[in-house]
Antibody, heavy 112, light 113 residues
Framework: EVQLVESGGGLVQPGRSLKLSCVAS????????MTWIRQAPGKGLEWVAS????????YYPDSVKGRFTISRDNAKSTLYLQMNSLRSEDTATYYC?????WGQGVMVTVSS | DIVMTQSPSSLAVSAGDKVTMSCKSS????????????LSWFQQKPGQSPKLLIS???TRETGVPDRFIGSGSGTDFTLTINSVQAEDLAVYYC?????????FGSGTKLEIK
């Protein structure tokens, strides 16, 4: 059974940093590109970042480019999202996904 | 950026009805190189994570009931649900993966009368 389990969310002040993790199991992690998607409360889905299976290339929308960094440790089957200079508009549930499978999501709240 | 426009924003139907929802992209999603439309449909039930229903515009994921049908090409796409069930209560999103940034439509909320 495929599992994606996110952690690391919480309440953080604007301008501070937070690092999310996603531990994968049930599939060969290093064969898959991985992606973070977020969903602000009561809103739709927004793509946040993607990374190739080797970690050699990463992709971001302008809204997070330069502030967020996606990375992975294939030996640990773990995906990461380093979020710096957080803003109130980054408040959302963050999902780890390989598209056909999604984690349960982790809530990030940016507020003073 | 490719803009994805979904309509209607919500609809209410009775169990057993046929439902059609639309997704339009601001640019063609057809890849002549790979001969496919780079469009997916996701279902998000209340309180749950999204679930991939359909990729390449019309290819159902394993385990997805055959009442869910994706169609369309280029810039116009449709998700049809034949004989809607109560369990289909959800928000449905389309998403393009033709080019970065990946973009989603704003969703169609399906309510069951």
């Amino acid at each position: 059974e495929v599992q994606l389990v996110e952690s690391g969310g919480g309440l953080v002040q604007p301008g501070r940093s937070l690092k999310l993790s996603c531990v994968a199991s049930g599939f060969t992690f290093n064969n898959y590109w991985m992606t973070w998607i977020r969903q602000a409360p009561g809103k739709g889905l927004e793509w946040v970042a993607s990374i190739t299976n080797t970690g050699g290339s990463t992709y971001y929308p302008d809204s997070v480019k330069g502030r967020f960094t996606i990375s992975r440790d294939n030996a640990k089957s773990t995906l990461y999202l380093q979020m710096n200079s957080l803003r109130s508009e980054d408040t959302a549930t963050y999902y780890c996904t390989r598209w056909e499978d999604w984690g349960q999501g982790v809530m990030v709240t940016v507020s003073s | 950026d490719i803009v994805m426009t979904q309509s209607p924003s919500s609809l209410a139907v009775s169990a057993g009805d046929k439902v059609t929802m639309s997704c339009k992209s601001s640019q063609s999603l057809f890849s002549s190189e790979y001969q496919g439309n780079y469009l997916s449909w996701f279902q998000q039930k209340p309180g749950q994570s999204p679930k991939l229903l359909i990729s390449l515009a019309s290819t159902r994921e394993t385990g997805v009931p055959d009442r869910f049908i994706g169609s369309g090409s280029g810039t116009d796409f449709t998700l049809t649900i034949n004989s809607v069930q109560a369990e289909d209560l959800a928000v449905y999103y389309c998403e393009q993966y033709y080019s970065y940034p990946l973009t989603f439509g704003s969703g169609t909320k399906l309510e069951i009368k």
